[in-house]
Structure formats: structure tokens, C-alpha cells
């Protein structure tokens, strides 16, 4: 039987590589997205995601809308390094037409708490941006954080953060809904930049998309190159983009793509260090570790896997 996933997006480009992933990946039966804020504002992400969906054949994918800022503040904006990131649309300024569909009737949250009452262990969540749609169906179900299964993109254990030297991006988004995750759900995996840093495409990836001549290899390649020259600018030591969120997916679908350490975590909410993933001392000596923390990976494995399902999707299209 597949694997059910659901994916939380908030589709900036390795956001659009982690749904591509899922879709080409025939182990996984995504049953629907949810969109949240972080490289881009919700109605931007949803935007995107629906996009993608149509332009690889799924329009039949429910998006649901997820709540629009994080839990201590009142509105979001975009950061200006995001954009610089990940392009004023999202995308790497890539161009997709305007989905014909739309966002799907009914909350994220409500999504979310049903999925994981109808499914069960037969499903896993994966977030890639801030947590504050899923410590909402924690808060909303009792239920929920016992049953859901979560691989989370997000954290920086043992490597620096990318915003704050303690700090990673979603993370530092909100805090204290990463915290409330970490200290109630029953089951976590922490895919974080201790693993994705290690995972990086190249100009010689995105070349075998471009030559493939069709919309979606056109699509990849451009969202990449973006992506990568950021990284030439922020990043110039590692030689390419880190593919954060794909892996995240590639680990809900393979746990055995990374090496992981039990642990209990928490997140700063307070004081300099806010925003950093770091063990519970309080639950240190439990027996019982509710997360993972990736720590290393199968690089090769990885990156062979993520090019050969992609290229399979792009070249449908």
C-alpha cells in the first residue's frame, strides 16, 4: 500500500521541488496540500503550488489555505532576502500561468486534524516552512499529536543557522510554534541544515532538465538556476543550492536516507539565542524521545533519486 502524505508548502523554489518529488514519486499518495507563510505570503504560495499542480497534470490535488503569520505577530511580509532568494513571485521569477483552479473550500487546520484521524499511521506530514499551521492541529485536536507523523524541514542542531547564527529560517519564523511542536507531538523527524546543506544541485543538474525541451524541464531549470546563483552570493562556499525541502520528502518516503539522533528538543523563545533548535534539558533523561534529529546522509543516493524522479515528471510535460 502507498504512503499518504501530506505536504505544508510555503512554495518558494525548494518548496516546488519537494511537491515535484512527491509527484513523482509512485511509493507516495499525496491526498493534498496545505499552504502556509514564509518565502512568500500564503495567497503567493498557494498560488504557486496550484500552478505547478496544473502544470503537471494534477488538478485534481486539494490546496488548502493555512493561517497567514505566525503566532505572536499580527501580519506577515516577506523578507528581502527571501526575495532575493527565491524571486519577487516565488519562483525564481519562472513564469507559469495562472491556475485555473483554486484554493480548496475549509481550512488547513481542519484538513490536517481529519486527515490524521481517517488515516492514521498510514500517513506522514511534511512541513517545510514555519510550524504554525501544524502546532494549530495540535492545539485543536488532542488526538492529533499523538497519531501524526511528521518529517519537518527546519532547525540547525550541530551547524550554524542561515538567519541567525543559532537560528534556521522556518524556525525563526515562529518559535514558539516550533516549540510547541517539539515539546507535544509524539513522533518528529528534523530534517534541518545539518543534512540539507549537504545536498546540493548544480548548473549540470538543471542542463539535463533544459534539454529535455519540455514545459516542465524548462520550469525546473529555470527555478534552479535562480536558486543557485543566490547561493553564489549568500552561500559562495558551497558550490551549489541545497535542496532543504525535497530531501525532507525523500526522507518521509525513505527514513533510511539519513542518520538520526533520539533526542527531546525544544526551541529558544526568549533572549539572543531565539529561534534555536536545541535538546530539552528538562526531558533529557526521559525514556522515551518524541524526535529525531537528522545528522548525516546518503548524498549520492539522495541526489541520483531526486534527479531521476524529477527528470521522469519534467519530461511528461
Known amino acids: ?25 509512485p511509493e507516495l499518495e499525496l491526498i493534498g496540500v496545505t499552504g502556509t507563510y514564509g518565502n512568500v505570503a500564503v495567497e503567493t504560495g498557494v498560488r504557486n503550488t496550484l500552478a505547478i499542480l496544473e502544470l503537471f497534470d494534477r488538478v485534481d490535488m486539494p490546496v488548502y489555505a493555512g493561517l497567514p503569520h505566525a503566532r505572536e505577530r499580527d501580519s506577515f511580509e516577506v523578507l528581502e532576502v527571501s526575495e532575493f532568494i527565491h524571486g519577487v513571485n516565488g519562483i525564481g521569477e519562472a513564469e507559469l500561468p495562472e491556475p ?38 495540535i492545539e485543536a485536536d488532542a488526538s492529533f499529536a499523538v497519531h501524526a507523523h511528521i518529517v519537518m524541514m527546519g532547525g540547525a542542531l550541530a551547524v550554524p543557522g542561515n538567519v541567525r547564527p543559532w537560528a534556521e529560517a522556518n524556525v525563526h519564523q515562529d518559535p514558539e510554534a516550533t516549540d510547541l511542536l517539539f515539546r ?98 528538562s526531558r533529557l533523561n526521559d ?16 541526489l541520483g533519486e531526486f534527479m531521476r524522479r524529477l527528470t521522469a515528471l519534467a519530461a511528461k510535460t
Open 1 to 25: 500500500m502507498r504512503k499518504k502524505i501530506i505536504l505544508d508548502l510555503d512554495t518558494g523554489i525548494d518548496d516546488a521541488f519537494a511537491l515535484a518529488y512527491a509527484l513523482a514519486s
Open 184 to 281: 507535544r507531538a509524539a513522533d518528529v523527524t528534523m530534517v534541518g541544515l545539518d543534512v540539507t546543506l549537504q545536498t546540493l544541485l548544480t548548473t549540470e543538474e538543471t542542463a539535463v532538465w533544459r534539454e529535455l525541451g519540455t514545459a516542465g524541464g524548462d520550469f525546473l531549470a529555470e527555478a534552479a538556476e535562480h536558486y543557485i546563483r543566490a547561493y553564489e552570493t549568500t552561500s559562495p562556499h558551497l558550490g551549489g543550492c541545497g535542496l532543504h525541502d525535497p530531501l525532507a520528502v525523500a526522507v518521509a518516503l525513505d527514513p533510511g536516507l539519513v542518520t538520526c539522533l533520539d533526542i527531546n528538543l525544544k526551541v529558544d523563545v526568549e533572549g539572543e539565542t531565539r529561534g534555536r533548535t536545541i535538546g530539552d534539558q
Open 100 to 137: 485555473a483552479t483554486s484554493a480548496a473550500e475549509g481550512g488547513a487546520v481542519e484538513f490536517l486534524v481529519e486527515s490524521v484521524r481517517r488515516y492514521g499511521d498510514d500517513l506522514v506530514i511534511v512541513p517545510t516552512g514555519p510550524s504554525t499551521t501544524i502546532a494549530s492541529a
Open 287 to 302: 525514556p522515551v524521545k518524541t524526535a529525531r534529529v537528522a545528522v548525516d546522509v546518503d548524498v549520492e543516493r539522495f
